[in-house]
């Protein structure tokens, strides 16, 4: 099963721009910095994080996926087992599974970007391997070098594979359910302003 999510009008119309628009020397407004403050501030704390989902992501809050933090590199998100999450047969719901593999995605661009960068999902497809009858476990196993794409200033797409198993009973023990790819794009807000600005004095 696939499933693709397009990539919104106003990104996928806006040509990539060179690093001297990706980098603006224009000072930010009060609420910019603070926009910037609140999104790196939901990126490092769960509580905010949830808070900040009720308001923004309510699918996500309801369905309780969070990051786990265990002090590596490794990043691991976990669905639980809720009647929000399941089916009629009592598995974990296709579309849960699904709707969240961005959810997580975007968890994990959003801890390494930043509150600096808008992040949309390009494409994403699912592949279901069996069902799942606990919590879900989603870990990205490979990206591309985020961190050099950052550095080089501008928007860019990112290109995530992660693989999404089920926690059984047993500690230690995960069992693979599904694999997601998924491609995100990733515009600098300070571009993204500045384009707002030049398109208010052609009008």
């Known amino acids: 099963m696939s499933s693709s999510n397009p990539i919104s009008p106003s990104a996928a119309a806006e040509p990539l721009a060179d ?25 490092k704390n769960t509580f905010f994080q949830r808070a900040f989902s009720l308001v923004y992501l309510p699918f996500a809050f309801r369905s309780g996926i969070s990051v786990k933090r265990d002090g590596t590199s490794r990043f691991v998100a976990i669905l639980p087992f809720t009647r929000f999450n399941r089916n009629w047969y009592n598995a974990m719901a296709g579309a849960a599974l699904l709707g969240n593999s961005e959810v997580a995605g975007g968890m994990y661009l959003f801890g390494k970007c ?55 009973k047993k500690r230690g023990r995960e069992m693979l359910v599904g694999r997601c790819a998924i491609t995100f794009h990733c515009t600098p807000k300070s571009m993204a302003q500045a384009r707002r600005d030049r398109r208010k004095k052609t009008k």
């Open 19 to 43: 690093t001297a628009l990706a980098r603006p020397q224009t000072k930010r407004s009060l609420t910019q910095r603070a926009e910037a403050w609140l999104s790196r501030l939901s990126t």
């Open 114 to 168: 930043g509150g600096d960068f808008t992040v949309v999902c390009k494409t994403m497809n699912y592949r279901f391997l069996r069902p799942c009858f606990g919590p879900a476990i989603y870990e990205i196993v490979q990206s591309e070098d985020l961190d050099n794409k950052i550095k080089a200033g501008g928007e860019f797409n990112i290109d995530l594979e992660m693989e999404i198993r089920q926690q059984l």
